[in-house]
């Protein structure tokens, strides 16, 4: 599966921004995805994943409460809504498919090429 995510900008702290990642082929529906993140000079982090159906979600503690990821299978699409956005979290946003839910970057098998987003103060 090829993944194309999207939506990554310049925003003021407080504010929102909806990322989107589209996947090509006919199995989307069979993954778990997920948003992983990099900022400058730091590790690739969790950030949230989604079961296959969209019925399960699982954030990292960093942004709970405040990013909703979502999928729309018919679409073959998902979807990170980010709100009450901090400089902290300024990074490039990637979206990932696997078998496994996971926080593990190495559990997914395919990744977008990432979408930078960056917060300011």
């Known amino acids: 599966v090829q993944l194309q995510a999207s939506g990554g900008g310049l925003v003021q702290a407080g504010g929102s921004l909806r990322l989107s990642c589209a996947a090509s082929?006919?199995?989307?529906?069979?993954?778990?995805m997920g948003w992983f993140r990099q900022a400058p000079g730091k590790e690739r982090e969790f950030v949230a994943t989604?079961?296959?159906?969209?019925?399960?979600?699982n954030y990292a503690d960093s942004v709970k409460g405040r990013f909703t990821i979502s999928r729309d299978n018919a679409k073959n699409t998902v979807y990170l809504q980010m709100n009450s956005l901090k400089p902290e979290d300024t990074a490039v946003y990637y979206c990932?498919?696997?078998?496994?839910?996971?926080?593990?970057?190495?559990?997914?098998?395919?990744w977008g090429q990432g979408t930078p987003v960056t917060v300011s103060s």
């Open positions: 990932a498919a696997g078998s496994t839910p996971s926080h593990a970057s190495y559990e997914y098998d395919y």
């Open positions: 082929g006919r199995t989307f529906s069979r993954y778990i």
């Open positions: 989604i079961s296959w159906s969209g019925g399960s979600a």
